[in-house]
């Protein structure tokens, strides 16, 4: 993933089987990308306010759209499961969709197009490292098959490093 003030360029090298294995592996089969191949995105970080993020390739084609859904009032009433992250075809058909969970503070599930549970996020912890100290925050995404994926963010730096259990890295987005 690279990213700029405007936009943010996701790259990510397939180390994973093919869907063709057994699509039952993926969020959204129709969005992996083949072995031996890369994958280039574009998501704009200042989108219109109550719009969703439009997903780009690095042609500037759209590929799909980022959207968050639920208000403020809602979310007083119902804190967990007010919002939803949905990430949608142009055409708004659901590809997948992340909410709140009831049960547990600050973790969410990951949800097919068909609502199926297929994973849950939660916060792991928070590191300082290097010289200068700069904190890092780490997600954990564990996947309905046990694998974990580990997401370690630089928020002011906009960057993201996406590595399995092993350490290995699997995505990354750095400013452009």
């Given at each position: 993933l690279a990213l700029s003030k405007q936009s943010?360029?996701?790259?990510?090298?397939?180390?994973?089987?093919?869907?063709?294995?057994?699509?039952?592996?993926?969020?959204?089969?129709?969005?992996?990308?083949?072995?031996?191949?890369?994958?280039?995105?574009?998501?704009?970080?200042?989108?219109?306010?109550?719009?969703?993020?439009?997903?780009?390739?690095?042609?500037?084609?759209?590929?799909?759209?980022?959207?968050i859904q639920g208000s403020t009032f809602s979310q007083a009433a119902f804190p967990c499961d007010a919002r939803r992250v949905l990430l949608t075809t142009e055409e708004g058909y659901i590809l997948a969709q992340c909410r709140g969970s009831q049960r547990v503070d600050r973790e969410f599930y990951l949800l097919r197009a068909d609502g199926e549970i297929f994973g849950k996020l939660w916060q792991t912890e928070t590191q300082s490292c290097g010289p200068d100290g700069k904190e890092h925050t780490v997600y954990t995404v564990?996947?309905?098959?046990?694998?974990?994926?580990?997401?370690?963010?630089?928020?002011?730096?906009?960057?993201?490093?996406?590595t399995d259990s092993a350490g290995r890295l699997l995505a990354m987005s750095r400013p452009e």
């Amino acid at each position: 993933l690279a990213l700029s003030k405007q936009s943010l360029t996701a790259s990510s090298p397939s180390v994973l089987p093919s869907p063709r294995d057994d699509d039952g592996l993926w969020l959204c089969p129709d969005l992996v990308v083949p072995g031996a191949c890369e994958c280039t995105v574009r998501v704009d970080l200042r989108p219109e306010p109550f719009t969703p993020a439009t997903v780009t390739d690095s042609y500037g084609n759209k590929v799909m759209r980022v959207s968050i859904q639920g208000s403020t009032f809602s979310q007083a009433a119902f804190p967990c499961d007010a919002r939803r992250v949905l990430l949608t075809t142009e055409e708004g058909y659901i590809l997948a969709q992340c909410r709140g969970s009831q049960r547990v503070d600050r973790e969410f599930y990951l949800l097919r197009a068909d609502g199926e549970i297929f994973g849950k996020l939660w916060q792991t912890e928070t590191q300082s490292c290097g010289p200068d100290g700069k904190e890092h925050t780490v997600y954990t995404v564990r996947y309905i098959t046990g694998t974990e994926w580990h997401f370690r963010g630089f928020v002011p730096q906009l960057t993201l490093d996406v590595t399995d259990s092993a350490g290995r890295l699997l995505a990354m987005s750095r400013p452009e």
